[in-house]
């Protein structure tokens, strides 16, 4: 096919796909909505996770907390199949995976965790190719089996220390810690 039928397939599809569109399919503009009222919770009920003050950033930062929020979802997900998913091994360097594929070959198959761990943002610093999180996670809700490792999740309210970085293009969690407090 040459260039010029194939542009011109490319644009018939282009018309035909748009004018399926209706109302509900169109963008939102964030700035249209009512500024009183408060951007939505982001809850994965399937995930076990609840998020709680999203932070609302613009361009590619609301890409790295996407990331972010994929990595929490795995860190979950592995936890509950006892096996490293493919969200968190997508989400996160090998170095901060590592950790959780070490403790799931410790642990063997004695039990998987169930439960809800609710993550609350305490704040969000863009800075160039990172974003900087804390969070307050809150796994009080977490049911923890017996024996099983602290890496993949305890029964506790505490802070972490969270960097999402631009590695060449996608995002990627580079660092994932507790850190000391409360919260």
């Known amino acids: ?88 091994a997508f989400s996160a360097l090998a170095d901060v995976v590592a950790p959780y594929r070490a403790a799931l070959k410790a642990y063997g198959d004695r039990g998987t965790y169930s439960g809800d761990v609710t993550v609350e943002f305490i704040s969000a610093q863009p800075h160039g190719d990172r974003l900087l999180l804390d969070v307050c996670v809150d796994a009080r809700m977490l049911v923890v089996p017996d024996g099983a490792p602290t890496q993949l999740g305890e029964g506790t309210r505490a802070p972490q220390h969270i960097e999402v970085s631009n590695i060449v293009g996608p995002w990627r969690v580079t660092k994932a810690v507790p850190i000391d407090g409360s919260c």
Do not use: H, N, W
Not at 18 to 27: I, K, L, M, V, Y
Not at 41 to 56: A, K, T
């Open 1 to 88: 096919m040459t260039p010029r039928p194939a542009l011109a397939a490319c644009a018939t599809t282009l018309l035909l796909l748009a004018g399926c569109s209706t109302a509900d399919d169109e963008p939102r503009d964030p700035d249209s909505s009512d500024p009183t009222s408060a951007a939505p919770d982001v809850d994965y009920p399937d995930d076990g996770l609840d998020l709680v003050d999203s932070p609302q950033l613009k361009g590619v930062y609301q890409d790295a907390i996407q990331t972010y929020i994929d990595f929490e979802r795995g860190r979950r997900l592995t936890a509950r199949e006892g096996r490293v998913t493919r969200l968190l």
